[in-house]
């Protein structure tokens, strides 16, 4: 039997990023406990702000110059426009480290290759290769840390429901032309990478996420794309809301960090 996700709620948008915060600096240890560097990917969304709350920038116990950071998606646009996931990931988070504590290394798109997603999406693989060991030798990258969203329509990454890209099993990094989403054009890592991480994370705050949540743990049958991580991460999936967002869904395990 497939063991279930935890969830953590709490009652504020402050004590959820500290919990976050708490829990992103105990699977950095872990990791550096095991290797060297501490990899992980985020996505975009409110998550940048969530991740860069003071119990995370201004914690001694981070060693910032050993994380690497990926990123679960991207949008097929320059690192400066407002669309970019990493524009908003430096504004919101990286620009406050200090740069006392160390850097972090971190991964974006190839600007030169906005015009064809295809070639977008292969040369992010072959950083992620290059990072992870030769795609001979590794079927799947194992990051330490997977950070993501919900979309209000149970969306994850760039894998949106009933979407061909759900059913991608050999790239690590795929294409999208037509993201029901705006923009279009985007590039994600696919399901089988996200589900092989040590630890995925989701994050959904408020009541307007609590009837996708009602959906993805009280009918997974309908495949969501978040349900779909549920089902193939198993306990190796956490989630990190609050009160409002979780309130009045069933089959759900609650934890305590």
């Known amino acids: 039997m497939t063991k279930l996700p935890k969830v953590y709620s709490y009652p504020t948008n402050d004590k959820l990023s500290a919990g976050l915060a708490d829990y992103v600096v105990k699977a ?34 981070v060693q910032w110059s050993k994380w690497e950071i990926f990123f679960a998606d991207e949008r097929a646009v320059a690192l400066d426009h407002p669309d970019s996931n990493y ?5 919101v988070f990286l620009d406050k480290i200090p740069e006392k504590n160390g850097q972090p290394d ?7 290759l906005l015009d064809d997603t295809q070639e977008l999406a292969d040369a992010y693989e072959q950083v992620l290769v290059r990072s992870f060991a030769a795609k001979d030798s590794v079927k799947l990258p194992i990051f330490d ?15 949106f429901p009933g979407h061909e890209l759900l059913r991608e099993d050999i790239a690590w990094v795929a294409p999208i032309e037509d993201s029901p989403k705006p923009p279009p054009r985007r590039i994600t890592l696919t399901l089988p990478v996200v589900t092989h991480a040590l630890r995925v ?3 959904a705050a408020g ?16 495949g969501l794309p978040c349900s779909l991580v549920n089902l193939g991460g198993g306990d190796k999936v956490v989630w990190f809301t609050d009160d409002a967002a979780i309130q009045g869904v069933t089959g759900v395990r609650k934890g305590s960090l």
Not at 40 to 55: D, E, F, H, K, W
Not at 87 to 91: N, Y
């Open 145 to 159: 840390l997977i950070l993501l969203g919900c979309g209000p329509d149970g969306h994850t990454c760039s894998l």
């Open 207 to 222: 009541a307007g996420k609590k009837a996708v949540l009602k959906t993805i743990f009280e009918k997974p049958e309908e």
């Open 106 to 112: 971190v991964f974006p798109i190839d600007e030169e």
């Open 201 to 203: 994370v989701f994050v």
């Open 87 to 91: 524009g908003l990931l430096k504004s």
């Open 28 to 61: 950095q240890t872990a990791a550096l406990s095991r290797h060297p560097k501490f990899r992980i990917a985020v996505s975009g969304g409110s998550l940048p702000s969530i991740l860069a709350s003071p119990a995370l920038i201004n914690n001694s116990a």
